[in-house]
T-cell receptor
Framework: GQQLNQSPQSMFIQEGEDVSMNCTSSSIFNTWLWYKQDPGEGPVLLIALYKAGELTSNGRLTAQFGITRKDSFLNISASIPSDVGIYFCAGQWPGNTGKLIFGQGTTLQVKP | NAGVTQTPKFQVLKTGQSMTLQCAQDMNHNSMYWYRQDPGMGLRLIYYSASEGTTDKGEVPNGYNVSRLNKREFSLRLESAAPSQTSVYFC???????????FGSGTRLTVV
């Protein structure tokens, strides 16, 4: 079935460093979404992207909708310990009745 | 500020037992979803309900049934639990995938 390939699978970084992760798909998407999951909780929406080429920021987070509509990336600048968690990309492709497909997740650990 | 409420939070079942996971949302959302989360697999859609009175299969529906009881409630039933159904189950609701979903905090199910 349809899959999103998210990379890297995990990252262990020093506090203050910048982080970059991305998602790719073999199909084009209408919408790209980025979620964060804290330990023991459900995912929470961080950023939503609706147009190819769109660049959107939310505080220290910046995400882009790829020109080809088959990829997206998320950057976190100046990481802090509370950035720890699992980050998921999700997409919704044309013609679908309303389902989102999720990537495998990127686990981020930040060393103080 | 309840959002999406899932019960129970934890459950241990013996192989062959049945149980129903409950989900309720108070945001007047039309769509509701059940996902399972397994390590390295991301979130996989089990069943969804685009509106009250309708349900459809997702990516991994085998071994599960659902009921959209009313606009607020969407339950997931395991008729005969198997160890392969050990997972974390998330319920979500939304007005449509383009606007993201609101997730519950999950049910951690272990089948022994």
């Amino acid at each position: 079935g349809q899959q999103l390939n998210q990379s890297p699978q995990s990252m262990f970084i020093q506090e203050g460093e910048d982080v970059s992760m991305n998602c790719t798909s073999s199909s084009i998407f209408n919408t790209w979404l980025w979620y964060k999951q804290d330990p023991g909780e459900g995912p929470v929406l961080l950023i939503a992207l609706y147009k190819a080429g769109e660049l959107t920021s939310n505080g220290r987070l910046t995400a882009q909708f790829g020109i080809t509509r088959k990829d997206s990336f998320l950057n976190i600048s100046a990481s802090i310990p509370s950035d720890v968690g699992i980050y998921f990309c999700a997409g919704q492709w044309p013609g679908n009745t309303g389902k989102l497909i999720f990537g495998q997740g990127t686990t981020l650990q930040v060393k103080p | 500020n309840a959002g999406v409420t899932q019960t129970p939070k934890f459950q241990v079942l013996k192989t062959g037992q049945s149980m129903t996971l409950q989900c309720a949302q108070d945001m007047n959302h039309n769509s509701m979803y059940w996902y399972r989360q397994d390590p390295g697999m991301g979130l996989r859609l089990i069943y969804y309900s685009a509106s009250e009175g309708t349900t459809d299969k997702g990516e991994v529906p085998n071994g599960y049934n659902v009921s959209r009881l009313n606009k607020r409630e969407f339950s997931l039933r395991l008729e005969s639990a198997a160890p392969s159904q050990t997972s974390v189950y998330f319920c979500a609701s939304g007005t449509g995938p383009n606007y993201g979903y609101t997730f519950g905090s999950g049910t951690r199910l272990t089948v022994v």
